[in-house]
């Protein structure tokens, strides 16, 4: 294998790890993680919203206070790399969970893609401009009270879910 080679997909990992991180950011509202995925003067437009990191992370971060559970899966990721710019096309579905004040269940499923550019400084890749193209959604039902018996393997948003305790 060509240098060149082995360099493009070294980076083509990095900016999927990214992409991983983001994931496990949203869902485990570890907002450190998900401010490191982008750079300080990156732009998102994500739904309604659109502005800059440090704009989206508290728009984010608060919308995410209302749910109980995210989990998003990432499918298809297509990336062009062009030096230290890169594009990335990556499809996804997240699973949302909540109760908003008020008696209403909200629960839903989106299946949707971000449509991404990377910058690389220094080694390291973070998003530079994100734009979230929302395909579709659907309502579904959460069990909660079923997923309750999990005990300590039930899902947390903090730094006391399962993921974060690494055996010795």
């Known amino acids: 294998m060509a240098d060149d080679e082995l360099d493009e997909l070294l980076d083509e990992r990095a900016i999927r790890r990214v992409?991983?991180?983001?994931?496990?950011?949203?869902?485990?509202?570890?907002?450190?993680?998900?401010?490191?995925?982008?750079?300080?003067?990156?732009?998102?437009?994500?739904?309604?919203?659109?502005?800059?990191?440090?704009?989206?992370?508290?728009?984010?971060?608060?919308?995410?206070?209302?749910?109980?559970?995210?989990?998003?899966?990432?499918?298809?990721?297509?990336i062009d790399l062009d030096g230290d710019t890169a594009h990335a096309e990556t499809y996804a579905v997240a699973y949302h969970s909540g109760e908003p004040p008020g008696d209403i269940r909200w629960n839903y499923v989106a299946g949707f893609r971000y449509i991404d550019t990377f910058g690389r400084r220094d080694g390291q890749w973070r998003i530079m401009n994100r734009v979230t193209a929302i395909e579709w959604t659907h309502a579904w039902d959460a069990d909660r009270e079923r997923l309750a018996t999990f005990g300590e393997y039930l899902p947390r948003r903090d730094s006391t879910d399962p993921v974060y305790r690494r055996p010795a």
């Open 19 to 78: 992409l991983h991180s983001y994931c496990r950011a949203i869902d485990r509202l570890d907002i450190e993680l998900l401010r490191d995925c982008y750079w300080p003067e990156a732009t998102d437009r994500h739904g309604p919203f659109t502005g800059t990191r440090d704009e989206y992370v508290a728009w984010v971060t608060a919308l995410l206070r209302r749910h109980t559970m995210t989990m998003h899966q990432l499918g298809n990721i297509l």
